[in-house]
T-cell receptor, first 114, second 115 residues
Framework: GDSVTQMEGPVTLSEEAFLTINCTYTATGYPSLFWYVQYPGEGLQLLLKATKADDKGSNKGFEATYRKETTSFHLEKGSVQVSDSAVYFCALVGYGGATNKLIFGTGTLLAVQP | GAGVSQTPSNKVTEKGKYVELRCDPISGHTALYWYRQSLGQGPEFLIYFQGTGAADDSGLPNDRFFAVRPEGSVSTLKIQRTERGDSAVYLC?????????????FGPGTRLTVL
């Protein structure tokens, strides 16, 4: 079945450092890909998405490119801030699925130090 | 406007007891999802409602789990004969409709602890 694998955390960075969180997926066809973020004490929020190969999703300085050839959707940010500290989840919705159910990775905790 | 709400925020129960978890979706959202998030894991799909009907319950782990949405709005997840392995955060999400992907908006979750 469809699955998502993302790098284990925690990832600890200093403010203004470059961030990469790796995400790869296994799915038939052309899934839609997502990054969700969970800030401390808050619910899951959609950060960005991409629905077809070579699409780039972006939001709040974060970017991720849908790479069909490497089945990847890595999350990047050029300069992280303390306020970016959160748990980040990579997820997919299978192609042609009737329910749009999300399949999540295990999450990566990001801690940004001042 | 109001987001997805879930009650209670925390529930502690004893093994073997029955529990109900409630989800109040965003007004007008016809699609509703339940997910379960165990410690250190990502959320896992349980069940999906389109309107009043359960369109996909393939994620329910066994027949102790059941969910309803009688009027197409509020949903209740029901767990019978709870087990310690049921301890997790139960998340509810809603979206405008099925079809091409519509963003799912998540509630804060109910943390269930089975002693």
């Amino acid at each position: 079945g469809d699955s998502v694998t993302q790098m284990e955390g925690p990832v600890t960075l200093s403010e203004e450092a470059f961030l990469t969180i790796n995400c790869t997926y296994t799915a038939t066809g052309y899934p839609s890909l997502f990054w969700y973020v969970q800030y401390p004490g808050e619910g899951l929020q959609l950060l960005l998405k991409a629905t077809k190969a070579d699409d780039k999703g972006s939001n709040k300085g974060f970017e991720a490119t849908y790479r069909k050839e490497t089945t990847s959707f890595h999350l990047e940010k050029g300069s992280v801030q303390v306020s970016d500290s959160a748990v980040y989840f990579c997820a997919l919705v299978g192609y042609g699925g009737a329910t749009n159910k999300l399949i999540f990775g295990t999450g990566t905790l990001l801690a940004v130090q001042p | 406007g109001a987001g997805v709400s879930q009650t209670p925020s925390n529930k502690v129960t004893e093994k073997g007891k029955y529990v109900e978890l409630r989800c109040d979706p965003i007004s007008g959202h016809t699609a509703l999802y339940w997910y379960r998030q165990s410690l250190g894991q990502g959320p896992e799909f349980l069940i999906y409602f389109q309107g009043t009907g359960a369109a996909d319950d393939s994620g329910l782990p066994n027949d102790r789990f059941f969910a309803v949405r009688p009027e197409g709005s509020v949903s209740t997840l029901k767990i019978q004969r709870t087990e310690r392995g049921d301890s997790a955060v139960y998340l509810c999400a809603s979206s405008l409709q099925r079809g091409s992907y519509n963003e799912q908006f998540f509630g804060p979750g109910t943390r269930l602890t089975v002693l």
